[in-house]
């Protein structure tokens, strides 16, 4: 059986070719074997990823499952090891263990010990760090100062005294910032790791092998991962950025009866309109839009992006419904009435649809526009995929 598994794992890689995503949009892939990059630019890439490597286990349900969101803003979701002194340690998808210190940590949360309580909607403090403390079936706010992580809790100093609140205790745990986020700056090396099941890095690319994607996290921090825990690798010098690290400056949605409330879906960022992660073509896309039709989000830009590229579908999760909907995609640049680009008619069920390389040079409005194909909203959860804007 052993040896069974490990001539699978032969197979797979020798299997696994690297997908490689030029500037000008154009793709190509080559095997994994024999791949050794210290920087994307080497490769010729803006973004890398791996095709025919087996994923990650799904990690058993944990009651320890944690949503970390980063100074940074970045999100990262995996299991909570514990920690000690300044420093929190969690397990990401594929086991890649990763500490991180309190100054690069916004907020914790922990979904599966707050489902025992009443759940609130979490907030910062004013001013100082903030825990929301499980008291059997209610949470308490406490504000203070956190002391120190360790293995069995959080060391917190409050009108409580200092105490430490088992892990099992906490909902989430805001920190307060020591001063404003600094952004790194920008390199021919500074990549963002797409990470497999949620969540991304941003870090210096210290090298890439077909085994492993080494980075260098500052602080003396650093961290290997394993190809099947990465969804992508993107280059993280100011020449790309995904649209959805934007916030739209005006978004029209729903279904709006004149003289009646109508209904509204909210779009969502990075996750489909349900909330749940993006699933298009039967696979995981981390980085996309949802939305449900009729939509229109429009993004301020600064005229400096040149082109655009990306992929339209109906989310997956309407396979599960009895219609799976059917929707028109349209962008529009600027103040011009005809479409930069229009899908015709999307189905659920269907592949994702590819964007032809769009022309952005100027472009300070960018609208993305989703109609109904038939009269009937049923089911109309489109995604916008991975749309990546490139200088």
Not at 66 to 81: F, H, Q
Not at 140 to 158: C, H, K, N, Q, W
Not at 160 to 176: H, Q
Not at 244 to 264: I, K, N, Q, T, Y
């Amino acid at each position: 059986m052993a040896f069974a598994a490990f001539a699978l794992a032969l197979v797979q890689e020798s299997a696994a070719r690297l997908w490689i995503e030029a500037r000008d949009g154009a793709s190509s892939s080559r095997p994994l074997a024999g791949v050794e990059a210290a920087s994307l630019s080497e490769l010729g890439a803006v973004a890398l990823r791996v095709e025919g490597l087996a994923p990650p286990p799904e990690p058993p349900p944990s009651p320890n499952a944690v949503e970390v969101r980063l100074a940074s803003g970045d999100p990262l979701r995996g299991t909570l090891i514990g920690g000690e002194g300044d420093r929190v340690e969690i397990e990401l998808a594929g086991g890649t263990r990763l500490g991180l210190d309190v100054d690069r940590l916004a907020r914790l949360e922990f979904p599966a010990h707050a489902a025992a309580s009443a759940r609130q909607a979490y907030e910062p403090a004013p001013s100082g760090d903030r825990l929301y403390w499980i008291r059997g079936t209610s949470q308490d706010r406490v504000d203070g100062t956190l002391e120190s992580f360790r293995a069995d809790g959080v060391a917190f100093e409050s009108k409580l005294g200092s105490r430490v609140f088992p892990w099992s205790e906490v909902a989430a745990l805001f920190v307060e910032a020591l001063g404003p986020a600094k952004a790194p700056e920008p390199g021919p090396r500074r990549v963002c790791v797409e990470i497999a099941g949620g969540g991304r890095l941003r870090a210096e690319l210290k090298k890439l092998d077909a085994n492993t994607v080494a980075l260098d996290l500052g602080q003396g921090q650093s961290a290997s991962l394993a190809w099947n825990s990465i969804a992508e690798l993107v280059v993280d010098d100011g020449s790309v950025r995904f649209l959805s690290d934007l916030a739209p400056a005006r978004a029209v949605e729903g279904w709006l009866e004149e003289g009646e409330p109508g209904m509204r879906w909210p779009f969502q960022l990075d996750r489909a309109q349900t909330g749940e992660p993006l699933r298009a073509g039967g696979r995981s896309w981390s980085r996309g839009i949802g939305v449900h039709a009729p939509s229109r989000l429009e993004f301020e830009l600064d005229g400096s992006w040149k082109s655009l590229r990306g992929s339209v579908a109906i989310d997956d999760s309407v396979r599960l419904l009895p219609y799976r909907g059917s929707v028109v995609f349209s962008l529009f640049a600027g103040e011009r009435a005809e479409p930069l680009w229009t899908s015709g008619r999307v189905q659920g069920g269907e592949a994702p649809l590819a964007l032809p390389a769009l022309d952005l040079t100027g472009v300070r409005r960018l609208a993305l526009v989703v109609d109904m194909d038939e009269r009937s909203f049923i089911a109309d959860r489109a995604d916008w995929l991975r749309m990546l804007l490139v200088r």
